[in-house]
């Protein structure tokens, strides 16, 4: 078990945070502030005529009337994510998979405490992953593949202990696979591949009892654990091409009955 360090400044602030319903519409127009093409033309019934939860991609909870999802999925959306998404302090889903947002990811998404998913693949987001998505107990998912972003991937994840999809495929990470993604106890799916990292598999991944999904085609170099196929019981597909690996194929692998796809 890899001890991390509690990022408790975040983290406090985040579970303190509480806003009406009025502040979720503010957030709700500083998010639509930040597109500049909306070829669909979904913004147009953000407007005062409707409330904010009966705009498109826009559901609320239905006790309190707070924005608890937005999913703005395959829209063709141009534009940044604003800082002010953070003020969503009800949000338990943010689905923008699919369009064109650039920019960094705001680290201020770090204070959404009640996120579960958090959907930002196939879009041209830049920068490095906020490390303070740490804060975000909740998570499940974490999808931020095919964008551009760069920087390490943040040790920090390694404290969500009911994260069960972590995505960060294409992209330009570097540097080696943290030691504390083996902390994961419920991860099913983690896809690191197409990346520039580097390095050697860290044994701690022989923790994830649960993982089904593994993507590794990067760098990395040395000899694959002579265990895995024990450690790892339940994998259904392993990819790990493109590599730098010596040595010989674990005869463990054969044992696993489940997989079916292996690279």
Known sequence: MITLPTSRKCCAKASKRFH????????????????TYDPLQIFNTWNSTLHFCKWHGVTCGRKHQRVVELNLESHDLV???SPHIS??????????????????IPP??????????????????TGEIPSNLSCCRNLITINIGY??????VPKEIGSLQKLKTLLLLENNLTGRIPDSLGNLSSLELLRLSFNNLDGRIPDSLGQLKSLQGLGLSNQIFGKLPPNIGLTLPNLVEFYID??????????SLFNVSTLQGLS
Do not use: C, W, Y
């Open 147 to 152: 964008n551009k972003l760069s920087g390490m």
């Open 242 to 251: 493109e590599n730098h690996f010596s040595g010989s194929i674990p005869l």
């Open 108 to 125: 201020d998404v770090g204070l959404l405490f009640r996120l579960r998913h958090f959907e930002m693949g196939n879009n041209s987001f």
């Open 20 to 35: 009406g319903n009025q502040t979720d519409e503010l957030a709700l127009l500083a998010f639509k502030s930040q597109i």
């Open 79 to 81: 534009g940044s994510l």
């Open 87 to 104: 003020n969503l302090s009800f949000l338990h889903t943010i689905n923008l998979q699919n369009n064109s947002f650039h920019g960094e």
